[in-house]
């Protein structure tokens, strides 16, 4: 399964931004699928996923309650809704994939088969 990301740009601090994460090649549905992100010099690190049905998700502590994860499989795409967002977000974006049962969404961006390209997030303060 090939994973296009879109939607990242620059916003002010306190804006939203929703990325998506489209896939292309073989469908989405059968997939567990999570958001990690890198800042210049640091780890990546988890951000949210959501299992193939979507009814599980998880979040870092870092964005819980600002961020939300979903799924539209019909349309082969997840996304990741991110509100009142602050400079300490500012990263590249990254989704990613992995074939799993019914309510299982890794939490370590590791676990993850097939990735998307980056899209870069940008808040300004």
């Known amino acids: 399964v090939q994973l296009q990301a879109s939607g990242g740009g620059l916003v002010q601090d306190g804006g939203s931004l929703r990325l998506s994460c489209a896939a292309s090649g073989r469908t989405l549905s059968g997939c567990a699928v999570g958001w990690s992100r890198q800042a210049p010099g640091t780890e990546r690190e988890f951000v949210a996923a959501?299992?193939?049905?979507?009814?599980?998700?998880a979040y870092a502590d870092s964005v819980k309650g600002r961020f939300t994860i979903s799924r539209d499989n019909a349309k082969n795409t997840v996304y990741l809704h991110m509100n009142s967002l602050k400079p300490e977000d500012t990263a590249d974006y990254y989704c990613?994939?992995?074939?799993?049962?019914?309510?299982?969404?890794?939490?370590?961006?590791?676990?993850?088969?097939?990735w998307g390209q980056g899209t870069q997030v940008t808040v300004s303060s």
């Open positions: 959501i299992s193939r049905g979507g009814r599980s998700t």
């Open positions: 990613a994939a992995k074939y799993t049962i019914a309510g299982v969404r890794p939490i370590r961006w590791n676990e993850y088969d097939y």
